[in-house]
């Protein structure tokens, strides 16, 4: 008998506020994931750059040091397959499609809804 093992998706939070990322881990903790924290844009860029596992990114927009659009950029340049669900607090449509231009493959709006973030984890993590 062949013995195997599924390997379990990686997904990075980019997220500078520790309350939002606690929330978001504490919901996604039945999924079966392994979750990375970065604390800034310039940190999820060196977390990409330097692994090849991750499965999907959920991007705050306003970070410190680098901000979300631009560390997407980067992401995107290095490993233009990985999703990047945009996480932000502008919810103007004039102020999402100014962050738009096909670095994010979608975006939330803060306060996230959980119900929704657990079927877009699912969706690009294939856990559907």
């Known amino acids: 008998m062949t013995e195997f093992t599924l390997k379990r998706p990686t997904i ?8 939002n990322f606690l929330i978001i881990e504490e919901w996604l903790s039945d999924m079966e ?8 844009g310039k940190q999820a860029v060196e977390i990409c750059s330097n692994r090849n ?3 999907l990114v959920l991007m705050d927009i306003k970070m410190p040091i680098l901000d979300g659009h631009s ?3 980067y ?3 290095m490993q233009p397959n990985i ?3 945009a996480q932000t607090a502008y919810a103007l449509e ?4 100014h962050y738009s231009g096909g670095v994010f493959d979608e975006y939330m709006t803060k306060p996230l809804d959980k119900e929704l973030l657990l079927s877009r984890v699912a969706h690009y993590t294939q856990l559907a």
């Not at 994931?33 to 970065?38: K, S």
């Open 75 to 77: 992401i995107k340049e």
């Open 12 to 19: 990075l939070v980019a997220e500078d506020e520790e309350f």
């Open 53 to 55: 596992d991750i499965s």
């Open 71 to 73: 560390a997407a950029t």
């Open 94 to 97: 004039s102020e999402i499609n």
């Open 33 to 40: 994931l392994n979750i990375l924290h970065a604390r800034n």
């Open 83 to 85: 999703p990047i669900i």
